[in-house]
């Protein structure tokens, strides 16, 4: 018998199906599901609510599960798995991802559909309990507070002067990030820290001559509040 008749033999007693049972796709699919749904649970603690998503959060069940079928089935037989690669590699995702935690439960929600669909329903366990505590032990981590912006329009730039010295009184740090000069006044945006007084500072300045609209913005260095 030749290499390739070897081969050849080989690749058809691996193509022949295997039969799983009715009762252990059950299980893989409940094991997965419930599994999912700590997945559910987790995720809206974690996220913000401006940034909740209930449709998104609810396709994290249903990936996990249907992850886990697709192992189940390219288990049964190579030639279903040559045939489920072709099809997945015409699969394109378009859609933005808002929130970069949104990628770890995606890919968290596939690892477990992958796990469970092997069988292994101790490491999926393990998985979950591990990145929970992960998760929200680093959310609660405290952070420097972020910076601030302020954004001033006013009908000349005389003010500007007096402008940066009431904010040296309020802030640790500041910065003008930009200014815009027309014939019909300036427009100005600073970054700051502040250490007291954020609605004091604002009436400060409004009440300055020559200042028509005075604002101070929370950022966290991707979204303005």
């Known amino acids: 018998m030749g290499f390739k008749d070897i ?4 690749f058809l007693e691996g193509a022949n199906v295997v039969d799983f049972s009715i009762a252990s796709v059950a299980l893989t699919l409940v094991v997965t599901a419930a599994l999912g749904f700590y997945i559910y649970i987790v995720y809206r603690l974690i996220s913000r609510k401006s940034f909740y998503s209930k449709s998104f959060n609810i396709s994290l069940v249903a990936m996990a599960m249907i992850t886990a079928a697709i192992i189940l089935a390219i288990q049964s037989s190579v030639v279903i798995s040559l045939g489920m690669v072709g ?14 935690m949104d990628l770890v439960f995606l890919f968290w929600s596939i690892s477990i559909g ?3 669909g092997a ?9 979950c309990i591990c990145v929970t505590v992960v998760v929200f032990s680093l959310d609660f981590f405290p952070v420097a507070k ?10 000349s730039e005389k003010v500007e002067e007096e402008v940066l010295r009431i904010v ?9 990030k ?15 820290r502040l250490k007291k007084g954020e609605a004091e500072l604002v009436r400060t300045i409004n009440s300055l001559d020559g ?13 303005v509040v």
């Open 178 to 192: 930009s200014r815009n000069l027309t014939k019909y006044g300036m427009d100005m945006v600073m970054e700051l």
């Open 114 to 116: 992958i796990i469970c």
């Open 87 to 100: 099809a997945l590699s015409i699969v394109r995702f378009r859609t933005a991802v808002k929130d970069p």
């Open 7 to 10: 081969l050849k033999k080989s």
């Open 146 to 155: 972020a910076p601030m912006l302020l954004v001033l329009n006013a009908q």
């Open 168 to 176: 040296s009184g309020y802030a640790s740090y500041y910065r003008v």
């Open 211 to 223: 200042v028509e609209t005075v604002s101070l913005l929370c950022h966290d260095g991707e979204n």
């Open 119 to 127: 069988g292994l329903y101790g490491l999926a366990l393990m998985l």
